[in-house]
Every structure is written in structure tokens, then in C-alpha cells.
């Protein structure tokens, strides 16, 4: 089964150009599952002989384990795509993870910054230096274009349409998508781009010219952004949860209370699904009622 589970995730990344992170889980939930087997049945197990009732084992294990309902749902995805590419290569003749049932979702609304919280932290990193320039211009693009952290360290310099305002953006699965950006973004752009400068071997080596560069003049990683938020929302007293998904749950939102329709929101975050976008109707609801509670004299 570990070799099927190998020419499994080598046909994600060559053939589907499923993304490093997208790979990453696949084999942990894949090799989690074989390693359960393993320990459970005490022999390597064949990817034909698997049953529901085996993979069901898997579910109550990750159910006692206190494992997070999405994550459970996940795992299950992984096993159900998984199953179907091996009865494609002629590996297994069923599916035995078609039957489960992924566990009901808890639907959390997520964390968002007000209008003014968003303010205070696009103002937070300083103006006097290229790593402020290179902060500010980072947040101020997240926010303007709602993109995923993802999509912002992948940014090279031939996305960007300055006198447009707008970027080519690479989303999951590495669909693209026109964004737009806004005056601020674009002028935060701007001046960190007459700053910064780039690693000379990188352009050697013909790579693409990134935006957004750490400090040896090379592309940025989203554990650097993650990072770099952290020391931000810490100098501005904000939710310690926020995270770089934070600015792009809070750009949806905001669209949404401003009078947006959610089709186009959908289509500016780059869902597939409508129903991945329709959470945020939720949050601009909540907001709508907080508000309405506070300010009508008969509300409560």
C-alpha cells in the first residue's frame, strides 16, 4: 500500500500540478492510515483487501483521539481520492472509503478585524526602513486583493499591472485569476519596490523576479508572512488568533457589508464553490445584528 500511496502522490504533483501543501497532507493522511493498519492488523496491508469496516476502525481511532471534525473530513477525502486513482491504475476493483460519512461540520464563523482594526494594523510596521516598506506593502496587498498567503509569496514581478490596478494572481490547483488592488496597495507597492533589492545569483539562475523578498534579497515563504503578522498584531494589541487568512476573511467581509454580492466576492477570492463563500453572509449577519442589538432602543 505504500508504494500505491507513492505513485499516488507523484501522479497529484506531475499530473494534477497539485501544490507542495496540497501534497504535504495527502501523504500525511495516507501514510496515518497505513501506519494505523499496520499497528492494528500487525502486517503491511494490500490496497484490494481494505473494507469499510477497516477504514471505519480508522474514523472511531481519529474520532477518540480528539482529532477536529474537518480535519476527520479531510482524511476521508484523501482516502476516498486515493481509492479512486487506484481502481483507475487497476489497484483496487472498489472504493471502500465511498461509504463513510464525513462526521457533521461544526460551522465556525471565522475571526475577522473591523474596519478600524484593519486600519490600525496596515498602520502598524514603520515607514522608515525597506523591511517596514516591504510589511505595509505586504499587508496592504492582502487586504486589497483578499489573497491567500500563498498567492502573496508567489507573486513575481510580471503579475503585477501597476497603471491597471490589477495582479494575475495563482490560486489553488495554481488556477489563475485578475485581481484588483487598490490606491493604497499600489502606492505601498511602489515605494518598497524603489527599495528592495534582489539576490543577483536568483536572476542568474533565470528565476522569476519576486515581489516581495526576505532579507538576503530572495523570495519570501508564508512561514516568514506568518511570522512577520505575528510581530505586527502584537504592536497593535489586536487578537492574538489573527492570522494572514484573517485579512482575507476580513477583505470578504467587508465587501459583504458594503453592498457586494456574494458572486462576486466568490469570484475575487477565487472559491470554486459557492458555498465555500457563503460563510462570510454568515459573519456580515452577525455583524448586522451585534449592530442592530446595540443601537435599537427596543432590540432587547
Given at each position: 500500500m505504500r508504494r500505491a500511496v507513492g505513485q499516488f502522490l507523484r501522479y497529484l504533483a506531475t499530473e494534477r500540478n497539485a501544490s507542495e501543501l496540497t501534497t504535504k497532507a495527502y501523504r500525511e493522511d495516507l501514510l496515518g492510515l497505513v501506519d494505523w493498519l499496520e499497528n492494528t492488523h500487525g502486517a503491511p496491508p494490500k490496497v484490494d483487501q481494505l473494507t469499510p469496516q477497516d477504514l471505519r476502525g480508522f474514523q472511531a481511532a481519529l474520532q477518540q483521539a480528539d482529532y477536529a471534525r474537518s480535519t476527520i473530513s479531510?482524511?476521508?477525502?484523501?482516502?476516498?481520492?486515493?481509492y479512486k486513482f487506484a481502481q483507475r491504475q487497476g489497484l483496487a476493483t472498489s472504493n471502500p472509503a465511498k461509504p463513510l460519512r464525513n462526521p457533521r461540520r461544526q460551522r465556525k464563523l471565522p475571526l475577522v478585524l473591523s474596519n478600524s482594526e484593519m486600519g490600525k494594523l496596515l498602520q502598524t510596521p514603520p515607514g522608515g526602513n525597506v523591511a517596514g516598506l516591504r510589511d505595509r506593502a505586504i499587508l496592504e496587498t492582502m487586504y486589497s486583493a483578499g489573497l491567500r498567503v500563498s498567492e502573496l509569496v508567489g507573486l513575481c514581478d510580471g503579475d503585477l499591472d501597476?497603471?491597471?490596478?490589477?495582479?494575475?494572481?495563482?490560486?489553488?490547483?495554481?488556477?489563475?485569476r485578475i485581481a484588483p488592488l487598490g490606491s493604497f496597495a499600489i502606492r505601498a507597492i511602489d515605494r518598497y519596490r524603489s527599495l528592495r533589492v534582489h539576490d543577483p545569483s536568483e536572476a542568474a539562475n533565470g528565476v522569476a523576479a519576486a515581489v516581495f523578498l526576505n532579507r538576503f534579497g530572495?523570495?519570501?515563504?508564508?512561514?516568514s508572512v506568518?511570522?512577520?503578522?505575528?510581530?505586527?498584531?502584537?504592536?497593535?494589541?489586536?487578537?492574538?488568533?489573527?492570522?494572514?487568512?484573517?485579512?482575507?476573511?476580513?477583505?470578504?467581509?467587508?465587501?459583504?457589508?458594503?453592498?457586494?454580492?456574494?458572486?462576486?466576492?466568490q469570484e475575487l477570492l477565487g472559491h470554486k464553490s459557492l458555498a465555500t463563500t457563503q460563510i462570510y453572509t454568515h459573519v456580515s449577519t452577525a455583524n448586522l445584528r451585534a449592530i442592530y442589538e446595540t443601537a435599537h432602543p427596543r432590540a432587547k
Amino acid at each position: 500500500m505504500r508504494r500505491a500511496v507513492g505513485q499516488f502522490l507523484r501522479y497529484l504533483a506531475t499530473e494534477r500540478n497539485a501544490s507542495e501543501l496540497t501534497t504535504k497532507a495527502y501523504r500525511e493522511d495516507l501514510l496515518g492510515l497505513v501506519d494505523w493498519l499496520e499497528n492494528t492488523h500487525g502486517a503491511p496491508p494490500k490496497v484490494d483487501q481494505l473494507t469499510p469496516q477497516d477504514l471505519r476502525g480508522f474514523q472511531a481511532a481519529l474520532q477518540q483521539a480528539d482529532y477536529a471534525r474537518s480535519t476527520i473530513s479531510r482524511k476521508l477525502a484523501s482516502m476516498r481520492s486515493f481509492y479512486k486513482f487506484a481502481q483507475r491504475q487497476g489497484l483496487a476493483t472498489s472504493n471502500p472509503a465511498k461509504p463513510l460519512r464525513n462526521p457533521r461540520r461544526q460551522r465556525k464563523l471565522p475571526l475577522v478585524l473591523s474596519n478600524s482594526e484593519m486600519g490600525k494594523l496596515l498602520q502598524t510596521p514603520p515607514g522608515g526602513n525597506v523591511a517596514g516598506l516591504r510589511d505595509r506593502a505586504i499587508l496592504e496587498t492582502m487586504y486589497s486583493a483578499g489573497l491567500r498567503v500563498s498567492e502573496l509569496v508567489g507573486l513575481c514581478d510580471g503579475d503585477l499591472d501597476t497603471a491597471e490596478q490589477i495582479i494575475m494572481v495563482r490560486g489553488k490547483g495554481r488556477k489563475e485569476r485578475i485581481a484588483p488592488l487598490g490606491s493604497f496597495a499600489i502606492r505601498a507597492i511602489d515605494r518598497y519596490r524603489s527599495l528592495r533589492v534582489h539576490d543577483p545569483s536568483e536572476a542568474a539562475n533565470g528565476v522569476a523576479a519576486a515581489v516581495f523578498l526576505n532579507r538576503f534579497g530572495r523570495r519570501l515563504t508564508t512561514r516568514s508572512v506568518g511570522r512577520m503578522l505575528e510581530k505586527h498584531i502584537a504592536a497593535a494589541g489586536l487578537d492574538s488568533r489573527t492570522s494572514p487568512h484573517t485579512l482575507r476573511h476580513s477583505f470578504a467581509t467587508h465587501l459583504l457589508d458594503r453592498g457586494a454580492d456574494i458572486r462576486s466576492v466568490q469570484e475575487l477570492l477565487g472559491h470554486k464553490s459557492l458555498a465555500t463563500t457563503q460563510i462570510y453572509t454568515h459573519v456580515s449577519t452577525a455583524n448586522l445584528r451585534a449592530i442592530y442589538e446595540t443601537a435599537h432602543p427596543r432590540a432587547k
